[in-house]
C-alpha cells in the first residue's frame, strides 16, 4: 500500500487494466490526490453476468465496475466498435469514452492478414484459463462441419493442440 501511495504522489495519470483490489484502491486514492484516471475496458462485467444468467447486483466485480465506469475520468474500450457499445449502452459516459487499438497493429504494418469468414472466430490470450480458449476448442471440434477456431497468443502449457477445426498461431510479431 505504501508503495502505491509513493509511485502515485509522482504519478500524472493512474492507468487502470482490469478490475482488482489494489486497482480499486488507486482508484480511490487517485481521487483523494486528485490524479487522474483512465480505465482500459476489456470486456463489461455486468453484460456478461446478465449473458451467464448470474444476478448483476450481487457480484463484487460488476459493483466494482460500476465505481471504475463512474470516476474514472477517460474510459478507453480495446475496440472502435466496443466503444461505441459501450457509448449506446452506458450514455451518461459517452462524453468520456474513447477507444483503444487493443494491441494487435493493422496487417499493413504486421505483414499477417486473415480474410474475414463466416464460422470462424478468432481468439486471443491462448492458454490462460480466464480466456477458455481450451473449452471453446472443445465446443468448436463438437460443432465440426466448417467451424474453425484460431488462437493466439503464448502458450504456457501443452493443453492447447492444433486440430482438424482449431488452430494456435502463437505470438503475432
Known amino acids: 500500500m505504501a508503495e502505491l501511495f509513493m509511485k502515485m504522489s509522482t504519478s500524472r495519470v493512474v492507468v487502470l487494466s482490469g478490475i482488482t483490489r489494489v486497482g480499486m484502491i488507486a482508484l480511490r486514492l487517485s481521487r483523494l490526490t486528485r490524479t ?26 460488476i459493483k466494482r465496475e460500476k465505481e471504475l465506469l463512474r470516476s474514472a475520468d477517460l474510459l478507453l474500450p480495446v475496440s472502435l466498435k466496443f466503444s461505441e457499445w459501450v457509448r449506446e449502452h452506458y450514455p451518461e459516459y459517452a462524453h468520456k469514452t474513447e477507444h483503444l487499438f487493443n494491441g494487435i497493429d493493422p496487417p499493413e504494418k504486421t505483414g499477417y492478414h486473415e480474410d474475414r469468414r463466416e464460422n470462424r472466430v478468432i481468439a486471443v490470450g491462448a492458454d490462460r484459463a480466464t480466456k477458455n480458449n481450451r473449452i471453446l476448442s472443445e465446443a468448436v471440434e463438437s460443432l465440426g462441419g466448417t467451424a474453425k477456431l484460431i488462437v493466439c497468443g503464448k502458450v504456457h502449457a501443452q493443453s492447447l493442440k492444433t486440430t482438424p477445426h482449431t488452430r494456435y498461431l502463437g505470438l503475432i510479431p
Open 36 to 61: 487522474k484516471t483512465i480505465y482500459i475496458m476489456h470486456g463489461c462485467a455486468d453484460y456478461e453476468a446478465k449473458l451467464n444468467g448470474r444476478e448483476p447486483n450481487s457480484d463484487w466485480l
